[in-house]
Each structure stands twice: as C-alpha cells, then as structure tokens.
Antibody, heavy 124, light 105 residues
Framework: EVQLLESGGGLLQPGGSLRLSCAAS????????LSWVRQSPRKGLEWVSV????????DYADSVKGRFTISRDNSKNTLYLQMSSLRAEDTAVYYC?????????????????WGQGVLVTVSS | EIVMTQSPDTLSVSPGERATLSCWAS??????LAWYQQKPGQAPRLLIY???TRATGIPARFSGSGSGTEFTLTISSLQSEDFAVYYC????????FGQGTKLEI
C-alpha cells in the first residue's frame, strides 16, 4: 500500500525558514517523480514543485522560485521541501504527491497518491 | 499560465440523479486533464486522467470527456459518498487547478 506522510509544518514569522519532509513507502521510490502541492482558501490548489525520480531534475512555480528547494534522498525514501524567505501568502496545507507511473526522464504532473497534508502558517 | 475555470461553483443534486461538471482551459491542453474529488479534511483523490480514463478503483458511474479547452465530468447516478468538491487540473504545461465545484445534496 502506498503511503506518503508529511511532517515539519508549523507557525513561523515572515522571513523565516522551514523544512518539510515526506516519508514514502509502498512503491519503488526512486523511479517516481514526486511533487509538493499546496492548498489555501485564498489560492486553492497550487502545484509548488516537482523532482524527477533520480533527483537530477527539478521545477518550481514562479511564486516560489528562488525561495524553495525540493530534494529527495532515495536511500531514505524521503522527499523534502526547504522553504525560506517565507511570506504570509505561503500559508497553506502542503501535500506531497506522487506521479502515477515511473518516468525516467521527466514527470507526468498529475497525482495518484497524496499525503494527508501538513499546515504551514506564516504570520507575525 | 493556463487558467482553469470550473462551472458551476456549487451544484445541488439529489441522490440517484446525474451530475455534470464543466471545466474550461484558457488555452488548449489537448487531453492532459485530470479530475479529483476532495472531501473535508482529506487530500484530493484522483478520479480521471487523460480527460477520460478512470483511475484505479474508480466506479464506472464517473466518466470524463472533452479535449482542447472544454471538459466535462459526469457522475451518472449520485451516491451519498459522491457529495464533495471536485477539481480539474491541466498537466499539459505546469499543472494548474480549477477553483473547484462543490457538489451538494
């Protein structure tokens, strides 16, 4: 059974930094692209970042480019999102999400499994 | 950025009836369109991808159609567990989501 379990959320002030983790199980971790998707009442669902299975390719939404860094440790079956220079508009539930099929050279960009989500609140 | 627009925002339907949800893209996304269902406190659940292919385990009462810029999700006979919020997502060019349609009793 595929499981994705996020952790690391919390309340922090504007300008702060935070690292989210997503522990995965139930599939061959290194062969699937993984993404972070966030959801807020203001902006709805927003794809934040994606990383290829091998970890050698990443992409970001314009809204987080230069502030967020996605990474993965295939030896630990764990996905990360390092967030810095946080803003109030980054407040959201952050989900990690899995591509539906293995894709060695890219990603599909839709998601067959999602974690339960972790809340990040940026407020002074 | 491709903007996805869903209609209506809220749809009131009775159990056993048919529901039709619409989704428009601001430019062609070919058939790279997915539908998700989300219930309160839960993550989205993939229903349809490739505009019309049901995901694993999704009942046959869910069907998707369309291509280019206009798409439809149809639920043929609503069950009590189908009342939720539905989102479309294009993944042709840096995936973007619609604002959602709330399906209520």
């Amino acid at each position: 059974e595929v499981q994705l379990l996020e952790s690391g959320g919390g309340l922090l002030q504007p300008g702060g930094s935070l690292r989210l983790s997503c522990a995965a199980s139930g599939f061959t971790f290194s062969t699937y692209a993984l993404s972070w998707v966030r959801q807020s009442p203001r902006k709805g669902l927003e794809w934040v970042s994606v990383i290829r299975g091998s970890g050698d390719g990443t992409d970001y939404a314009d809204s987080v480019k230069g502030r967020f860094t996605i990474s993965r440790d295939n030896s630990k079956n764990t996905l990360y999102l390092q967030m810095s220079s946080l803003r109030a508009e980054d407040t959201a539930v952050y989900y990690c999400a899995k591509d539906p099929l293995p894709y060695s050279s890219g990603y599909y960009g839709f998601f067959d499994y999602w974690g339960q989500g972790v809340l990040v609140t940026v407020s002074s | 950025e491709i903007v996805m627009t869903q209609s209506p925002d809220t749809l009131s339907v009775s159990p056993g009836e048919r529901a039709t949800l619409s989704c428009w893209a601001s430019q062609s996304v070919t058939s790279n369109l997915a539908w998700y269902q989300q219930k309160p406190g839960q993550a989205p659940r993939l229903l349809i991808y490739g505009a019309s292919t049901r995901a694993t385990g999704i009942p046959a009462r869910f069907s998707g159609s369309g291509s280019g810029t206009e798409f439809t999700l149809t639920i043929s006979s609503l069950q009590s567990e189908d009342f939720a919020v539905y989102y479309c997502q294009q993944y042709n060019n840096w995936g973007t989501f619609g604002q959602g349609t709330k399906l209520e009793i």
